[in-house]
């Protein structure tokens, strides 16, 4: 059964860093488009960032360029989100997810891992 599984979500101040890390079972990243989104209650789950298969190609989402960094080892078979100068507005639950798909929307994304909550204190 494929699986993703986030981890290193926790509480940091503004302005502080953190890493997310997504391991993958059963499933071969090095064959799919890697992505991050997050998700505050009430609201749809967002585009974060995303990684070509080789980690040729990096997308971001406005509010988090020049201060998330989206990378991949496939080896490790691991996708990574650095965040850094986090903003209380970055609180939300982020979600990794694979797709097959090479210029994928958030609907081609298959496989989702369960989350892991970020909270950024003002």
């Known amino acids: 059964q494929r699986q993703l599984v986030e981890s290193g979500g926790g509480l940091v101040q503004a302005g502080g860093s953190l890493t997310l890390s997504c391991a993958a079972s059963?499933?071969?990243?090095?064959?799919?488009?890697m992505g991050w989104f997050r998700q505050t209650p009430g609201n749809k789950r967002e585009f974060v960032a995303s990684?070509?298969?080789?980690?040729?190609?990096?997308y971001y989402t406005d509010s988090v360029k020049g201060r998330f960094t989206i990378s991949r080892d496939n080896a490790k078979n691991t996708l990574y989100l650095q965040m850094n100068s986090l903003k209380p507005e970055d609180t939300a639950v982020y979600y990794c997810?694979?797709?097959?798909?090479?210029?994928?929307?958030?609907?081609?994304?298959?496989?989702w891992g369960q989350g892991t909550q970020v909270t950024v204190s003002s």
């Open positions: 990684i070509s298969w080789s980690a040729g190609s990096t």
């Open positions: 059963a499933l071969t990243l090095s064959k799919y488009v």
């Open positions: 997810a694979a797709s097959t798909f090479s210029r994928p929307t958030q609907n081609d994304y298959a496989t």
